[in-house]
C-alpha cells in the first residue's frame, strides 16, 4: 500500500505571519490550520500561550466554541507561517493533532503530536514523534492520513547537516525524514530519511517539495512515501532553476485527483515573483503550467474536486491583504480570472482550502479574527 | 577646556543612538529609508532571526561598506518585530554588526513593509536592495556571490 506524502518543502513563511505589531497586544499567533469532518463539522487548530487549542464550529465558521487545551502542559509552539500546528482525521473518528515546539537554540524543535478518540473531548499526553533527541531542527511537520488509517509525519531533519559539518563536510540544506504510526498515533516507528539536502527553511506538503539541485537551484521535488520497508525515490517535479543562496520562504500546495493527477502550486522568483500552477510529471516539467499570479502574490494553495480546481493566495499591497481565487472548471486546462474574495487591513495567515461535499472553502485566519469563506461567486 | 569633551560626547551621541540597537520600521518610515543618499549608494541588508543565510551576508555588506566608508552606507533591516528587539540586537552583537544603524519591523503586517520597500520581492532571504544617489535602485536575493559584491561596490 503506498502512501502518497505530499511533502511540500521549503516554505517557512517566516516573514509572514505572526509578528505582532507595535500596538498589538500579544495575542494568539495567526499559524493554524482548519479541516472539515465528514459531517460537516469545522475544526481549528492554532496556539496560544504555549497551548494549542482547539476549536470547532457547526455553522460554518460563523460561531466557534469554546477552546480545548490540547496540550494540557504548557510548552513552546512554533505557530508561524507553514510552522503551524496541524489536524487530521482517523478513518473512525480520530482526531490528530501535531506541531513543532522549539528548543532553547535558534532554529532547533521537535515534532509533537497528540490524539482524541472520543471527538475531541479529551487528548492524550503530547509524544514526541521522533527518536532522534538531538537539540538541532526537526520541524515544518507535516501530516497525512491513509487509506488504512495509518498516520504518516513528515518534518525538515539537521541530523545529517549536523554530522556531515562535525566532519567538516559540505552539506547543503536540510534532510526530510518521515515516520509511520499504524498503531492510530499510540507509537510512531524510529524515522526514516526520505532525501538528503532539501530546503532547510521550507514546508511540507506532504509529498511535493522544495529540494535542492546542484548548486543551490531550489526547485521542488516529489516523493511517493511507502509505509512498508521498500525506498521512497524523490524525483525532481518543477524546473524553474531558481538560484538562491537563502530560504525562498514559499513552499508549494498539491492537490491529487480521483484520476491520480497531481495538481501542484509553487513559488519561484527567477526574473520576477511568480506562482505557477502546472500538473507535476515527476521527472519532468509539470504538464498544463499556468502563471497564476505575480508581484504581491504569495502562499497559494490548490484543491481539486472532479473537473474543479482552485487556487487561493494572498496578495498584499499598501492597504492590507487581498485573499484571491483562479477557478478552473475543466480540470486545471484553463483558469477563470483572477477575482477577490475577501480583504484585511489586518496581518493575515496563509489561506487554506477546505472541501466539503464538492464545494470548496477558504480558512482565512487573520488578526482581526478566523474567517471561512465560500468560493462561489455572488 | 571643558566645552572640547562636551562637544565630542555630543558628536558621538548619533551614533550611539542609531548603531547597534534596532530602531523600528514602520510603514511611515520607509519612504525616508529609500530616499536616495547625497553620494554613493545606501545599501539595505533584509534579514530575519530564523534565516541560516542571512548572518554571512551582513557581514559580507558590512566588510564592503568598511572599504568605502564614504560612498556606502550599510543599514540593516529585520523583518522580525520590534518586538523582539532584545534577540535582534543579541543576534547582531554575535554577529559583529552593532557598528552598523539598524532597524527591525513595526507593523502588524510584516508583509506590507515587505511590499512597500519592494514591490517585486516575495519575501525570499536575505534580500539586499541598493540605492543609489542618482535614484537607481537594484535588488538581490539570496546570500550575495562575490561577483555580485564587487557589482555592488563599484561606485
Known amino acids: 500500500m503506498r502512501f502518497i506524502l505530499t511533502a511540500l518543502l521549503c516554505f517557512i513563511a517566516l516573514p509572514l505571519l505572526a509578528h505582532e505589531g507595535m500596538a498589538m497586544p500579544k495575542g494568539p499567533e495567526l499559524g493554524s490550520s482548519a479541516a472539515i469532518d465528514g ?41 508561524e507561517g507553514e510552522n503551524r500546528p496541524k489536524i487530521a482525521f482517523g478513518s473512525q473518528g480520530e482526531i490528530y493533532v501535531s506541531w513543532s515546539q522549539p528548543r532553547a537554540k535558534p532554529w532547533t524543535g521537535f515534532v509533537r503530536f497528540a490524539r482524541s478518540l472520543d471527538g475531541g473531548q479529551h487528548f492524550s499526553a503530547p509524544l514526541t514523534v521522533h527518536h532522534d533527541r538531538a537539540e538541532i531542527t526537526h520541524r515544518f511537520d507535516a501530516m497525512a492520513v491513509d487509506g ?29 525524514y518521515y515516520s509511520v504510526s499504524s498503531d492510530r498515533g499510540a507509537s510512531f516507528a524510529t524515522e526514516r530519511k526520505l532525501v538528503d539536502q532539501s530546503c532547510e527553511c521550507c514546508r511540507i506538503a506532504l509529498a511535493f ?17 511507502h509505509a512498508d520497508a521498500r525506498a521512497s525515490e524523490v524525483q525532481r517535479a518543477t524546473f524553474s532553476q531558481w538560484h538562491i543562496a537563502g530560504c525562498p520562504h514559499h513552499g508549494p500546495g498539491l492537490a491529487i485527483d480521483s484520476q491520480g493527477v497531481l495538481h501542484a502550486v509553487w513559488y519561484e522568483s527567477k526574473d520576477k515573483p511568480s506562482i505557477w500552477y502546472g500538473q507535476l510529471q515527476p521527472g519532468q516539467a509539470p504538464a498544463h503550467s499556468v502563471l497564476i499570479a505575480g508581484a504581491g502574490a504569495s502562499h497559494a494553495d490548490v484543491a481539486v474536486h472532479e473537473r474543479e480546481v482552485w487556487v487561493v493566495w494572498n496578495h498584499v499591497n499598501a492597504q ?23 480583504n484585511t487591513p489586518a496581518a493575515s495567515a496563509s489561506p487554506q482550502l477546505l472541501l466539503w461535499q464538492g464545494r470548496a472553502f477558504v480558512a482565512w485566519n487573520t488578526s482581526a479574527g478566523f474567517r471561512l469563506i465560500p468560493t462561489e461567486a455572488l | 577646556m571643558r566645552t572640547k569633551p562636551l562637544l565630542l560626547l555630543a558628536l558621538m551621541l548619533p551614533l550611539c543612538v542609531h548603531a ?44 564592503l561598506q568598511q572599504t568605502h566608508p564614504q560612498q556606502i552606507e550599510l543599514v540593516s533591516v529585520a523583518t522580525d518585530s520590534i518586538h523582539q528587539q532584545d534577540a535582534i540586537e543579541a543576534r547582531l552583537k554575535a554577529a559583529d554588526m552593532l557598528a552598523w544603524p539598524a532597524r527591525a519591523y513595526a507593523d502588524d503586517t510584516p508583509e506590507r513593509i515587505n511590499y512597500l520597500l519592494d514591490p517585486q520581492w516575495g519575501g525570499e532571504m536575505p534580500r539586499t536592495l541598493v540605492i543609489r544617489a542618482d535614484g537607481s535602485r537594484q535588488s538581490f536575493s539570496g546570500a550575495l556571490s562575490p561577483a555580485q559584491l564587487q557589482k555592488i561596490g563599484s561606485l
Open chain 1, 39 to 79: 459531517k460537516g463539522r469545522l475544526w481549528l487548530v492554532d496556539a496560544a500561550e504555549g497551548h494549542v487549542r482547539l476549536r470547532h464550529s457547526d455553522d460554518f465558521g460563523r460561531t466557534l466554541s469554546a477552546p480545548l487545551e490540547v496540550n494540557a502542559q504548557a510548552e513552546p509552539i512554533y505557530a
Open chain 1, 320 to 342: 492590507g491583504y487581498e485573499l484571491m481565487l483562479r477557478g478552473s472548471h475543466d480540470g486545471g486546462l484553463h483558469f477563470d480570472d483572477a477575482r477577490q474574495i475577501a
Open chain 2, 20 to 63: 547597534g540597537t534596532p530602531m523600528a520600521l514602520g510603514a511611515g518610515d520607509v519612504a525616508a529609508l529609500l530616499k536616495p543618499p547625497a553620494q554613493g549608494e545606501r545599501i539595505i541588508a533584509l534579514w530575519a532571526l530564523d534565516c541560516a543565510y542571512c548572518e554571512t551576508n551582513l557581514q559580507a555588506l558590512a566588510k
Open chain 1, 209 to 225: 517539495f522544495r529540494s535542492i539541485y546542484g548548486d543551490n537551484i531550489r526547485d521542488h521535488g516529489y516523493a511517493v512515501l
Open chain 1, 148 to 176: 488504512q488509517g495509518r498516520i504518516v509525519m513528515a518534518w525538515i531533519d539537521k541530523r545529517d547537516l549536523e554530522a556531515a559539518t562535525a566532519q567538516s563536510k559540505p552539506y547543503l540544506g536540510a534532510a526530510i
